[in-house]
């Protein structure tokens, strides 16, 4: 009962509705409640996130974090959300200046977007797509048009290395993003976000994927590609401010300002819930209700990327780029024998020499990586030079 | 390049079940195909960032 709570209250709402309107009008009003459901949700999450982010990497930091505004500092989203709307909103003089106003909207719209696939409970997607994850994961790249579009019409040094630097580093791990969701498509065989949370049902609700050796690489693999996606630290190159002040929003002031930082916690948050709803069983779970499971898991691995902030240093750009192509890529297409290892020899035989295989391409390839030379193939055994050619 | 692979494999991965051994046995050729230009590219340094 308590389980379906949310969907018997929208029953409720579309009987009601059903009173006075019919047929197509009553399908447009039941859509609208899920649109606004995700739309009052999400916000509402955003600002209670940052503050968990706030509170979290202040304790990694030994201080104590927001704790004036309300008890235990649980206004200060509000607070700053007031200073950021009185800000005086300043566009620089050279600045393209549409370009300039669409980029910060532009930026929310798909990390908005994302959250319609993500099922948050049983039957509780507010899109049942049948593209579901194809969805996700094409939307999650168009936010770098909008990065791009702030770097490029800031007119400003800092702000377009910073676009320039997010469009190398989400094409790059667009590819092992993309490649570490085949195996969990092929072992559903479908992909809809939907099906593929039931698919781990079982087992007392905890079927999970990541116990299976391509699911756990898998996993591994979207987490690294899903921060790297959403420019999160350790690879805000775009963003970094010891580098470039602040990257791509560096003349953004105000509520402009503002939308960025909501775009970024949104699709952090997307992509943890994406994570959960691939990997670690969705909305699967024993004894308590689904959307409650589903929130518990989302935001561990919101936790997990909190802590990964408070303690990592930030790459190199040249080490990010290299790391996609040289480690996760290889890694993900390996990944795809893993799976057909599973799935062509039964039994505990398949199950623990697909868990091998996968031990050992792992440390196959990153026996290559840190070989040092191993890329330079010279033959030489000096230092290796850098080269004068442009590329 | 990769880019149009991942089109060619997700839908291949959704059937994936439904096609038997031989379609594996060709996609596992298409990729060392692939793993082939992966290499030569690495070791023409194309990878490099500088």
């Known amino acids: 009962m308590l389980d379906q709570i949310f ?19 009553l399908d447009l009003f039941s859509m609208v409640i899920n649109m606004i459901a995700v739309l009052m949700f999400a916000p509402l999450l955003m600002m209670y996130l940052t503050w968990l982010e706030r509170k979290l990497v202040a304790r990694i930091q030994d201080r104590w974090g927001p704790n004036r505004v309300g008890p235990w500092g649980l206004l200060q989203p509000i607070a700053d959300g007031i200073k950021m709307i009185l800000k005086e909103d300043i566009t620089p003089a050279y600045a393209d200046k ?5 980029a910060p909207v532009l930026i929310v719209i798909p990390a908005l977007m994302m959250f319609s696939v993500i099922p948050f409970g049983r039957g509780m997607v507010a899109v049942n797509l049948n593209i579901g994850i194809f969805f996700f ?79 756990f690489l898998g996993f591994l693999l979207f987490m690294i590609t899903g921060i ?32 960025f930082q909501m775009a970024e916690f949104l699709s952090a948050f997307a992509i943890s819930a994406m994570a959960v709803t691939l990997f670690l069983g969705g909305w699967n779970g024993p004894v308590l209700p689904s959307w409650l499971w589903f929130m518990i ?30 480690f ?58 850098i080269p004068a050619h442009p590329a | 390049v990769f880019d149009v692979e991942v089109v060619l494999i997700v839908p291949w ?29 690495w070791r023409k340094r194309d990878l490099e960032w500088y």
């Open chain 1, 297 to 326: 898991k989302s935001m561990g691995i919101f936790f997990v990327l909190i802590w990964l902030r408070g303690t990592f240093p930030r790459f190199r750009i040249d080490q990010v780029m290299a790391f996609a192509w040289k």
């Open chain 1, 137 to 215: 994961i094409s939307i999650s790249a168009l936010e770098t048009m909008a990065v791009v579009m702030a770097g490029w019409s800031s007119r400003s040094k800092y702000s377009l290395l910073g676009g320039m630097r997010s469009a190398a580093q989400i094409i790059s791990y667009e590819v092992p993003l993309g490649l570490s969701l085949i195996p969990v498509i092929m072992y559903v065989g479908n992909l809809s976000t939907r099906s593929i949370a039931e698919a781990q049902h079982g087992f007392y609700g905890l079927h999970w994927f990541v116990l299976h050796p391509w699911g």
């Open chain 2, 13 to 41: 991965a959704v059937v994936f079940k439904q096609l038997g051994f031989f379609a594996f046995a060709e996609m596992a050729i298409f990729l060392l195909i692939l793993f082939v230009g992966l290499i030569y590219v």
């Open chain 1, 228 to 259: 790297a996606e959403v420019n999160r630290t350790p690879f805000d190159t775009p963003e970094g401010e010891s580098e470039l002040v602040g990257g791509y929003h560096t003349e953004y002031s105000g509520m402009k300002f503002a939308l």
């Open chain 1, 7 to 25: 969907i018997h209250l929208k029953e409720l709402l579309v009987t009601g509705a059903g009173k006075f309107i019919s047929g197509t009008w």
């Open chain 1, 328 to 385: 996760l890529l290889p890694l993900a297409l390996m990944n795809i024998f893993v799976v057909a290892i599973d799935y062509y020899i039964p039994g505990l035989i398949g199950y623990i020499g697909s868990w091998i295989f996968m031990l050992l391409s792992f440390f196959v390839i990153w026996a290559i990586n840190s070989k040092g030379t191993a890329h330079h193939y010279t033959g030489s055994v000096t230092a290796p030079q």
């Open chain 1, 98 to 102: 549409v370009l300039h106003v669409m």
